[in-house]
């Protein structure tokens, strides 16, 4: 009987033990579980504000940057276009100079082949009209000294005085008729000369007029060509100044942006570690003291299991050694007083003493051991 007894008070020890250890397992596990969920909440909480750091302290520099950037390459640009602007402003001017002085020297030969042409027609034409003047005098005189004879000779045949006289008329009056058809012929030649003049110096004007405005013109064409060409180059130029500068700006920024990337992302790092070293070191320490607690209450009620077990199996114990003493004693009064009296059965109660001992001296010794955390001797300095 005394076996089977320890036999199911160990067992209900060991059944409630493994309540305990098992609720207790899942006690530390949830509150694992709380510490774990809160130190990544707190973890990525911090996590989320140094990315919200990091990224606008990367956004202000990139800011900064881009700003600086911009700055320069305005700076740039204006010097760039200055500078251009002065070129063609020189070129435009070496090239307008250079344009009128073609066109004053183009002029001054035009100038000159046309007062060299109108004075070369002037001369043929006194000299043409002279030559008619003098024909026409010729035969002015000719014919006047043909009618002088003439009248002369019939003058004389009538009367000498009558011819003097006559002649002396007619000397006269063919004086003044010379004199005034010479005047009529010169003032008709001098007008002649100065029609025919003013019309070359008009068409020798228009001429240069023309020429004029075709020189102008083909000057002014080719100084806008040219000034087109010179933009072009310009423009060209500055283009190509402001790729190279926006493609070195960007490869700076981009290089500054990787670098900061880089500072940033480390720093995150180095502070995610500080901080899942720490939340781990929180976890464990709270983890220590939860396995001791755990196990210092397992502790507590397995003693107590124990004591009141070994209570429970001594008053058992009690009951049975008083029955079992009260039978032998009954026992021994019947054989002591020689009753014939047929002696009744013994109990089961003895009986089942009489089996609990002799299992108990037949089994081996039994001893009852339980694993204690390492960390619970430390911790309480055993």
Same mark, same amino acid.
């Given at each position: ?58 956004? @202000? /520099? *990139? %800011?900064? #940057?881009?700003?600086?950037? !911009? &700055?320069? $390459? =305005? +700076? ?118 100065? @029609? /025919? *003049? %003013?019309? #070359?110096?008009?068409?020798? !004007? &228009?001429? $240069? =007029? +023309? ?118 004693? @009954? /026992? *021994? %009064?019947? #054989? ?47």
């Amino acid at each position: 009987m005394l076996p089977n007894l320890t036999r199911d008070a160990s067992h209900d020890i060991a059944v409630k033990n493994t309540h305990l250890t098992r609720d207790a397992s899942h006690d530390i596990a949830v509150k694992n579980t709380h510490l774990t969920r809160d130190a990544s909440h707190d973890i990525a909480v911090k996590n989320t504000h140094l990315m919200r750091d990091a990224s606008y302290d990367i956004a @202000v /520099k *990139n %800011t900064h #940057l881009t700003r600086d950037a !911009s &700055h320069d $390459i =305005a +700076v740039k640009n204006t010097h760039l276009t200055r500078d251009a602007s002065h070129d063609i402003a020189v070129k435009n001017t070496h090239l307008t100079r250079d344009a009128s002085h073609d066109i004053a020297v183009k002029n001054t030969h035009l100038t000159r082949d046309a007062s060299h042409d109108i004075a070369v027609k002037n001369t043929h034409l006194m000299r043409d009209a002279s030559h008619d003047i003098a024909v026409k005098n010729t035969h002015l005189m000719r014919d006047a000294s043909h009618d002088i004879a003439v009248k002369n000779t019939h003058l004389t045949r009538d009367a000498s005085y009558d011819i003097a006289v006559k002649n002396t008329h007619l000397m006269r009056d063919a004086s003044h008729d010379i004199a005034v058809k010479n005047t009529h012929l010169t003032r008709d030649a001098s007008h002649d000369i100065a @029609v /025919k *003049n %003013t019309h #070359l110096t008009r068409d020798a !004007s &228009h001429d $240069i =007029a +023309v020429k004029n405005t075709h020189l102008t013109r083909d000057a002014s064409h080719d100084i806008a060509v040219k000034n087109t060409h010179l933009m072009r180059d310009a423009s060209h130029d500055i283009a190509v100044k402001n790729t190279h500068l926006m493609r070195d700006a960007s490869h700076d920024i981009a290089v500054k942006n990787t670098h900061l990337t880089r500072d940033a992302s480390h720093d995150i790092a180095v502070k995610n570690t500080h901080l899942t070293r720490d939340a781990s070191h929180d976890i464990a320490v709270k983890n220590t003291h939860l396995t001791r607690d755990a196990s210092h209450d397992i502790a507590v009620k397995n003693t107590h299991l124990t004591r009141d077990a070994s209570h429970d199996i001594a008053v058992k114990n009690t009951h049975l050694t008083r029955d079992a003493s009260h039978d032998i004693a @009954v /026992k *021994n %009064t019947h #054989l002591t007083h020689g009753s014939h009296l047929p002696l009744k059965d013994t109990s089961d109660a003895s009986k089942m003493f009489q089996r609990c001992i002799i299992d108990m001296l037949e089994d081996p010794e039994i001893v009852s051991t339980m694993l204690m955390p390492a960390s619970w001797w430390i911790m309480t300095n055993n």
